[in-house]
């Protein structure tokens, strides 16, 4: 009988713990994401000449928002033409290139050395892409950079 009288309140004390697990208690947030978007490289390096006779080489990657398409947009298909070599898949790429390279020329060889000045470069392409480009950048990364 004193068994009985035990395992009664041991009974209600898991079914309240399972109630308050599954009802009450509140669902973990799913943890988001860090970089929110696409990472899309452009695969050919760009070669800009800089103020004072100094050259740089760089590697330039997008952040891409999610919902955008233009970066797959251009594969695939019998019709579709040969994309030159060190060319991506992005329908727009050769206007990307082309402000990007157009916002590194004759810059200050400091504007990429300098961590506040590629932070200001940064900022400035991204300006340029949003502003010409269809493509929905979120962020601009210069992925290597050599300042000669």
């Known amino acids: 009988m004193k068994k009985k009288l035990m395992i009664v309140p041991l009974i209600a004390l898991v079914a309240l713990g399972g109630a308050y697990k599954f009802v009450l208690a509140k669902p973990k947030a799913e943890a988001k994401p860090k970089v929110d978007g696409t990472v899309y490289i452009l695969g050919k390096e760009f070669l800009v000449n800089l103020t004072g006779g100094r050259f740089a080489k760089l590697t330039v990657a997008l952040v891409i928002d999610p919902k955008d398409t233009a970066a797959t947009a251009a594969a695939g298909g019998e019709a579709a033409p040969k994309v030159p070599d060190g060319f991506g898949t992005m329908t727009q790429e050769a206007v990307v290139r082309d ?7 004759d810059a200050k060889d400091t504007d990429l050395i300098n961590r506040k000045g590629r932070v200001k470069m940064k900022e400035e392409i991204l300006k340029d892409l949003r502003s010409h480009t269809d493509v929905k950048v979120t962020d601009v990364l210069f992925t290597d950079v050599t300042v000669q």
């Not at 402000?99 to 020329?105: F, G, W, Y």
């Open 99 to 105: 402000i990007i390279t157009n916002d590194l020329t």
